[in-house]
């Protein structure tokens, strides 16, 4: 089990065993929980549809690849030089470590056929609730890779409610500040993006607040915020 904690946020991370390989996942972003094994019950649940009885994670990994299934969004893509596309990334190590007083993990995967590593930090910002990730990807082959999407996090929230709406700017020019309020159903897609190269808010603002819950005010409310 690994953790970072603020005084009122955490996240809490668990490797499990899955689909022959070790994975990382997210199983509780958002409120603090001080008992962590409450936290790790409430992420699994008994799969009754299931003919094999298998416990199955209500969560998917941490960064999205196509092995059997651990993320179906996929947060990275490649396609390597003989032409496949199944990335299967396995946990080869995982380090807890503070840095300037910010709590850092890290995460190192290898691709279990290919000569392609990853390396992924979420970083907890002293004195904050602001939590950070980062990507990194080394290809220690001789052959090119093509990365075809390169996302810093790919995750199914756990748990962390059952009614959402979605907060966004109109990034409009003169109404950069205005924001939109809508209602997130079950199964809908949402894409906020900006194709403005390096200028990535210009116009075009892909920062995002997830309401959690009841509609949230101006001083109360759960609310995540996300800025690329």
């Excluded at 997210?26 to 649940?45: C, I, K, P, T, Y």
């Excluded at 299931?50 to 059997?68: H, I, Q, R, T």
């Excluded at 109404?175 to 939109?180: P, T, Y």
């Excluded at 995002?208 to 996300?226: H, K």
């Amino acid at each position: 089990v690994y953790r970072l904690v603020s005084g009122k946020s955490m996240m809490l991370f668990e490797t499990a065993e899955a689909a022959g390989a070790p994975r990382l996942f997210l199983r509780q972003f958002g409120a603090r929980v001080e008992d962590a094994q409450s936290a790790l019950r409430l992420a699994w649940n008994r799969e009754s549809s299931s003919s094999l009885g298998m416990e199955a994670p209500l969560a998917y990994s941490v960064l999205g690849d196509s092995a059997g299934n651990l993320n179906r969004f996929g947060g990275l893509a490649v396609e390597f030089a003989d032409g496949c596309r199944t990335l299967d990334l396995a946990v080869t190590g995982v380090e807890n470590r503070s840095t300037g007083g910010n709590q850092e993990l890290v995460v190192s995967y290898a691709d279990r056929h290919y000569p392609l590593q990853v390396v992924q930090t979420f970083r907890l910002r002293k004195g904050s609730e602001v939590f950070e990730t980062s990507v990194t990807i080394r290809n220690t082959g001789r052959d090119a890779v093509r990365l075809r999407t390169m996302d810093s996090l790919a995750v199914f929230l756990p748990l962390v409610g059952d009614r959402f709406r979605l907060q966004s700017a109109a990034a409009q020019w003169a109404s950069e500040g205005q924001l939109g309020t809508s209602e997130i159903v079950r199964g809908q897609t949402v894409s906020i993006g900006s194709r403005s190269g390096v200028r990535d808010a210009w116009m075009n603002n892909p920062s995002f607040m997830l309401e959690i819950g009841a509609p949230a005010t101006e001083t109360d409310g759960e609310v995540i915020g996300v800025a690329p």
